[in-house]
Structure formats: C-alpha cells, structure tokens
C-alpha cells in the first residue's frame, strides 16, 4: 500500500515549510516514527518522522523546496514485495509539488486564478514565490511589480509571508510610524545573500574558508539587527549571594534526580525567582505597539537554549500558575527538546519575557539583546565563590568565602526607565537570596 508523506502542520500559525535535508533516499527501508527529513519554518527547524513502516519509494519534492502544508512530499510503499522505486522527477518545477491524492481532479481555472499566474516568477523567471504569498497577494490587489520590489529574507532572496504582510503592514501606515519589526530595507538587512564565487575571488582558499550560514543563523541575525533597530537598549546589573541555594541543591541533587530523573540545576531557582518579580512589576512583562503599551496578564517565559544548530528560546506557558517543581520539569522538557530538535513552532511563539543562562559557558557577566517583541531580557552569570565583605545583625563586619552570581537586565528604554529595572533586578536578587525552601517538592 502507498502511503503519501504531506508536509506537516506545525503550529497554528505555520502555513508553509521548507525542506532543509532528506535523511533518506529513494529505496531506503523507513521504520514508522523514523526520521526521514528535516524541515525548516518561519519559527523552527524539526525533524520529521515517517508515517509508516516500509521503502521509501519516491521523493517528490527536492531539499531547500518550500511547499504548503499539506503538500505530498513523498510517498513510502508498505508492501516491499510490490516495490517500484521512481527516481526524482526532473520535470517537477520549484514550489508546484503535487497536492494530496483527494485534492488530484484537475480544477476549472477561475479568473482570480489567471490573475495569480504572474505572481509565480519574474519577468526574468528567477523569482519564486510560494502559494502562500502568491495568495496574499491576489487578495490585497499586489501587482507584480509591487511583489517584486519586497525584499526576501527566505534563502536565495526568497519573499516569504512574513517580507509580504510585514511591507502590507507599511504600505497602510504614515511614514513616521513605520516599525522596524515589520522589516527593514534591503541595504540593511542583517543577511544579504552574496554570490559565493564572487566572494572567493576577495577570499581565495586556502587563505579563507567560506561558509554558509544555515537557516537559524540568519533567523538569528534578522533578528537580532532588528531588535536593536526597534528597541534603546539600557542594562542594569547586581550581584547575587547564591551560598544558600548552592548548599540546598548539593544536599537535595542526589534524591531529586533519582525521584524526577533528570539533575536538579540552578535554572529553576532563577526561573521562579523572576517569575515572582514579574508578578511584582507587571510593566516588565508587557510589549510596545506603536504609542501603545500590551500589559500580559499572564507570564509566558522564554528559556534560551543553546542547541548544536543555534540559539533558540522555547517557552514555559502560563508559567505564572506552576508550582517550584512544575518549573523544573516544564524547564527540563523544553531544553531536552530543545536540543533533540523536537520542538514545534507553538512552543516558541507567544513568550513575554526571557531569560538566558550564559553563565553556564563561565561567563560571569554578559549584554543580553531584547527578544522582540518583549521589553526586556534577564541574564545570569557564571556562580563563582569569592571571598565578600558580610555584615552580621551587629554590624560588625568579616570577610567570607561565598557563591555569586552577576545579573544583567536588558531593556527597553522607551517604556522601562532605570527606577523600574532596577527595582525589578533588585528584586529577583532578594528572592534568590531569601528562598523559601519548605515545600519545594
């Protein structure tokens, strides 16, 4: 029996995917839930399990292809006796791989139809554009050359959804309210795709080796360019006395991980600490739109991960209704994902605040960049013992040996002014220095 493999819908927003790499070929035996490629959305890079058990028996649609949801992609044959291995078919254009099976009677071409041909490419036929886009711009009345003037951020200069709706979003806005997250002009952009034999000649090997960045380094680099662009970054940084939380977790590490199976670390202790500082200083967990402030009534928290592929920032929903060992476990979840590339673009999307761990690399203090749209970032230094001044309930003084830990704040200094984040730095240092231990598990 043939079985189809579509492309998957990863999350609610996700209409379309790209296919990074196929980790199998035509002919290859599959075991149901073995992964057979990795794909790549606006959001995440995932691996994609196989449907069902048996060959591999074509590949319809070739790597770095972006296709929608629910396109046949490949089709595995059950039955290896009735096997018949098709090669990559050469006459398959770019973005028109075939829909699924119920969706195969040939359609009556409509007029909205017809107007939509021209999105497909260039006048000069180099230009793809996904049936997303080619969507959104038939219903918004885009002529072609409208499409062509968007930059691309997609690889090789590709327009995705996000480049259309975010040019839609200034098309209908006064000049002067232009948002730098709906995108930024080509000449600026934190990737310009550069032609890789032109750029040999001014780096020729074996002086130089040229690499290509991979898709989450340059969702990173868009990123980053454009939260800066958005945001007047401010820092404030404190020390923090971690003598007390490093005694508990020495003398717990050992039951807690044999009960919950997983290392008890320092991670949840910062988590809780600044989910409760958020409760504390709502403004900290809000978003800018416009001359408009979002106040959250609820705390999404973002974890930065560091993966083999990248930096990425899975979220902990609701983390403000998770007891101490609910964080634990929310936070020991997402990070194995993280790093198994099982996550799902909703797991990333919606956070409110972030925190990041550098200090698990020995650095002791670091500058993080605001993740938009949030208004600010929390990090945390390595914990290093070093001999500190202490100051007893007499006031006298004496030199001791403790475990500290430098905390940075990140910013934005249009709505957050130096009394707030101080405040609200200060404050998770009291709560990590005043832990509450009873009950924690």
Known sequence: MQVEVVMPKMGESIQEGKILRWTKKPGDKVQKDETILEISTDKVDSEIPSPASGILTKIVVPENET?????????????????????????????EAQPRSEERPEPVRKPSETQAEPFRRRANGDRFYSPVVRSIAEKEGLSRE?????????????????????????????????????????????????????????????????????????????????????????????????????????????????????????????????????KQFPLVNSSVEGDKIILKRFIHLGMAVATPSGLIVPVIRHAEEKSFLGIARAANDIGVRARNRKLTPDDIQG????????????????IPIIHQPQVAILGFGAIKKRPVVITDANGTDALAIRSMCYLTLSFDHRILDGAIGGQFIEAVVSNLENFDFGNLF
């Open 67 to 95: 296709v929608e949801v629910g396109t046949v992609i490949a089709m595995i044959e059950t039955d290896e006796a009735t096997t018949k291995v098709e090669p990559a078919d050469p006459e398959l254009k770019r973005g």
């Open 146 to 278: 409208e499409l062509d003037s968007i930059s691309g951020s997609g690889a090789g200069g590709r327009v995705t959804k996000n480049d259309v709706l975010g040019y839609l979003k200034n098309r209908t806005r006064e000049p002067e309210f232009r948002s730098p997250a709906a995108g930024v002009r080509s000449e600026e952009r934190a990737v310009r795709m550069v032609d890789i034999k032109e750029l040999a000649k001014q780096y020729p090997p074996p002086q130089y080796e040229i690499r290509q960045m991979d898709n989450i380094q340059q969702k990173m680099a868009e990123h980053m360019v454009r939260s800066v662009q958005t945001s007047p970054h401010v820092q404030a940084i404190s020390e923090c006395d971690l003598t007390r939380i490093a005694a508990f977790r020495m003398e717990k590490a050992a039951g807690f991980e044999k009960r919950e199976g997983f290392k008890l670390t320092y991670t949840p202790f910062f988590l809780d600490a600044t989910i409760r500082a958020l």
């Open 351 to 366: 956070g409110t605040f972030t925190v990041t761990n550098y200090g698990v690399f020995g650095n002791i203090i670091g």
